[in-house]
């Protein structure tokens, strides 16, 4: 697949089978995630791979702390396993250095989620990149081991899409509007 082609027809897939990828396909979506250009090499980012009970772990951390909050967390387990494998991206932005502009490492930190999301593509995955209430909930910060200099970027969710899936349909505004 060209890259054009791949940003092109690249579709958020929310729907996947139980199969996992291995260990290898992940290492593979990482790797893309880290050849994102970062000025002054900063690598502003780290991975932590969920899958397993890990899982669900994870899902019950969102509904604790849903709860705590005052939120009904009815299904929020069961949104941690809408795939088989979860990407946690952590951004940690390193713009207390000399010559780093903090907003290059955000758009850092986005440009290697779209690495992974268009290598995923490629390979014949399905992904979908999710933030909400999950990228705020201290008990999902906790179990994650996310450092005070860290944030939540976005968790990739990633699988296989099932079988006869049919792709969203394109962008509805043009680029020459």
């Not at 951390?61 to 952590?90: H, Q, S």
């Not at 907003?103 to 995923?120: P, S």
């Not at 990739?156 to 394109?170: H, L, W």
Request: one cysteine or more; proline letters at 7%; charged letters at 25%.
């Amino acid at each position: 697949m060209e890259t054009y082609d791949a940003i092109m027809t690249r579709r958020s897939v929310g729907k996947t089978t139980g199969e996992r990828p291995d260990r290898e396909t992940i290492l593979k979506l990482i790797r893309a995630a880290v050849a994102a250009p970062n000025h002054h090499l900063t690598e502003p980012w780290r991975f932590l791979v969920l899958s397993g009970s890990a899982l669900e772990e994870f899902g019950e951390a969102w509904a604790t702390g849903a709860e705590r909050e005052g939120k009904d967390p009815a299904g929020l387990k069961d949104k941690a396993l809408r795939a088989p494998v979860i990407i946690a991206v952590i951004e940690r932005p390193k713009g207390h250095l000399p010559k780093v502009i903090e907003i290059e490492e955000h758009h850092a930190v986005g440009a290697a989620m779209q690495n992974i999301l268009l290598a995923a593509h490629e390979m014949g995955l399905a992904a979908m990149l999710r933030t909400g209430p999950a990228a705020h909930i201290k008990e999902c910060h906790d179990f994650i081991g996310l450092g005070d200099d860290e944030l939540v970027a976005g968790y990739v969710y990633v699988g296989y899409p099932p079988e006869g899936f049919t792709k969203g349909p394109p962008r509805k505004t043009p680029a020459e509007e």
